[in-house]
């Protein structure tokens, strides 16, 4: 049974990331991405249901990210790059392009979540889910036509260092605004929280951490904090 979903999930993430506009290199950038996610919100989901599923969920995260993280750093690397690329001088260009492609990452994830977890014994679901991450089933070279593409872009992060988040960075400094990748996202996290006409404005963008404000319309806010792309309201 966990196969069938695994399955309906997996195409459910390929065909959020490839859209008909969607480069390869897109493609595989956001079928990376969508997975990090989907581990991350799996993980708080199941630390919640019981002791056994939060130790499973650990182990999976834990196991998972050591084989598959250089790959996440590709793929954001990716990300980041293209943002440089599309931008130039023109910051609020790349920004939204981010913005956009995050946002669709995130749907994608939280898509995915709702069908791993679906049915009534959700600790069975998460231990199922969590032994797959732990053991290998779901790491990023199972998907023959985007890892070649991820261990590319892994090779051209580790030739180039950091040069493109310095030169986004220095763009921002020069216009006097940041921009966040996960705006979008945090908009609609919020309004699901009840906050009305949101204005979003974003405190911190160090790459893949990020921390928002956002303003309702009857002046009280919220802070935010993402870390790759998980976003929460902070208590």
Not at 31 to 54: F, G, H, M, N, P
Request: glycine share 6%.
């Amino acid at each position: 049974m966990i196969k069938t979903v695994l399955a309906a999930v997996v195409a459910l993430s390929l065909v959020a990331c490839s859209g008909p506009s969607r480069t390869p290199q897109e493609q595989a950038i956001s079928y990376a991405l969508i997975e990090d996610v989907t581990l991350r919100k799996l993980q708080e989901e199941c630390t919640d249901v019981s002791t056994s599923a939060k130790q499973s969920a650990w182990r999976g995260q834990r196991s998972w990210w050591k084989r598959n993280g250089g790959l996440v750093k590709a793929a954001d690397y990716g990300l980041s790059y293209n943002v440089v690329t599309l931008t130039d001088d023109r910051l609020e260009t790349g920004a939204r392009y981010a913005m956009g492609l995050t946002f669709d990452i995130v749907h994608a994830a939280e898509e995915n979540v709702k069908a791993l977890l679906a049915g009534d014994d959700k600790e069975k679901a998460c231990m199922n889910v969590m032994s797959e991450y732990r053991d290998g089933d779901r790491d990023l070279q199972q998907e023959s036509e985007h890892y070649p593409v991820l261990v590319k872009l892994q090779q051209e992060r580790e030739a180039q260092g950091d040069d493109h988040y310095l030169k986004i960075s220095r763009l921002e400094k020069q216009k006097g605004e940041q921009y966040s990748r996960s705006a979008y996202t945090v908009e609609r996290l919020v309004k699901r929280q009840g906050c009305v006409k949101p204005k979003v404005r974003t405190l911190k963008a160090n790459g893949p951490n990020e921390v928002l404000e956002a303003t309702c319309a009857d002046d009280s806010f919220m802070l935010i904090r993402c870390e790759w792309r998980n976003c929460k309201i902070q208590k």
